[in-house]
């Protein structure tokens, strides 16, 4: 969410509790009619119902940001681990370059966003066994050298492995991919 987009959210906020707040009191004035009237079972239902969208699902009364945890952040690097080998290989630089430039971003979201996961310091594992050699991968691909990425490679894939095992999760093992698990994508670079 960019930073538009939640002073935006938080100006719908303050607009519903405005509304929210007009309906609260339109209701108790009801409540304390329908009371003198002598009907007790408004007087007991809840205050304001939040307003419904169009498809009748109460909207809630507080927008609930989704914040995603480091297992799911670790997917998404597990892609893009796996898809810079596959160009890679495939002399795809482009794309290898795509891939890792994606990576990187993800790492820095992670350092940003779950700095410490568990008294795990994550962020500064990160700066520690990442960062150095993602910049030797990058050189390697603007080189276009196979031979000097695939050492980066398996050096950031123990990188992975080794965190992994100082989070207590040695029993995530990543490796180095033999084949594609993504068969709707061309990893050769395109014909020209
Ligand atoms: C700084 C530490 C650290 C680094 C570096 C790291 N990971 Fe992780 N990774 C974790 C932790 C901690 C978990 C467990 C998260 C949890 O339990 O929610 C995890 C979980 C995972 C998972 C399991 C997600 C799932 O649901 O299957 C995968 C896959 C993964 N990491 C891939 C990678 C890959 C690939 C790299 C390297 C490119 C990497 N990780 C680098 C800390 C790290």
Avoid at 85 to 99: D, G, M, P, T, V
Avoid at 132 to 157: N, P
């Amino acid at each position: 969410m960019s930073l538009d987009d939640s002073m935006q959210a938080r100006g719908k906020v303050t607009a519903r509790c405005t509304i929210a707040a007009g309906a609260a009191s339109l209701i108790a004035s009801v409540v304390t009619l329908s009371v003198v009237g002598g009907a007790q079972t408004l007087a007991q239902s809840p205050p304001a119902k939040p307003p419904a969208t169009p498809s009748g699902q109460a909207v809630p009364d507080l927008p609930k940001v989704y914040m995603p945890g480091l297992g799911e952040f670790m997917l998404v690097i597990q892609t893009h681990h796996a898809k810079m080998w596959l160009a890679a290989r495939e002399k795809n630089w482009a794309l290898a370059e795509y891939q890792l430039s994606e990576m990187k971003e993800v790492f820095s979201e992670v350092q940003e966003l779950v700095p410490k996961y568990k008294d795990i310091p994550v962020g500064d594992m990160i700066d520690a066994i990442v960062t150095g050699v993602i910049a030797d991968m990058e050189k390697a691909v603007e080189q276009k050298k196979l031979k000097e990425f695939s050492a980066a490679y398996g050096k950031l894939t123990a990188a992975c492995n080794d965190c992994h095992k100082a989070a207590s999760r040695g029993f995530i093992q990543i490796r180095k991919p033999t084949r594609s698990s993504f068969d709707n994508e061309e990893f050769r670079p395109p014909r020209r």
